[in-house]
Nanobody, 117 residues
């Protein structure tokens, strides 16, 4: 059973930065798309960023220019660099893996990101 293990969440002030990491627990893990969704209290889960095996990326409009997704296929790991964080970025961030961002096979356990004003 493959698990996606996340790390890097925490508390940061407005304007600060964080980097999230997500690694697959087994070697040989191979999916086309990896990335991050987030869910704030009382809101639906939304796609933040996704990256395919060949490096194509997609971002939510709300994070374009501030967040950068990257991937190390050899390590089965995806990263999310978050700069210029805002209070509205506060949410639980979930790593995913699958054929596409809307066809997910694997989820991480979630990591809390809190941005204080």
């Amino acid at each position: 059973q493959v698990q996606l293990v996340e790390s890097g969440g925490g508390l940061v002030q407005t304007g600060g930065s964080l980097r999230l990491s997500c690694a697959a627990s087994k070697s040989g893990f191979s999916v086309n798309a990896m990335g991050w969704y987030r869910q704030a209290p009382g809101k639906q889960r939304e796609l933040v960023a996704a990256i395919t095996r060949d490096g194509s990326t997609d971002y939510a409009d709300s994070v374009k220019g501030r967040f950068t997704i990257s991937r190390d296929n050899a390590k089965n790991t995806v990263y999310l660099r978050m700069n210029s964080l805002k209070p509205e970025d506060t949410a639980v961030y979930y790593c995913f893996g699958g054929n596409r961002a809307d066809f997910v096979h694997y989820w991480g356990q979630g990591t809390q990101v809190t941005v204080s004003s």
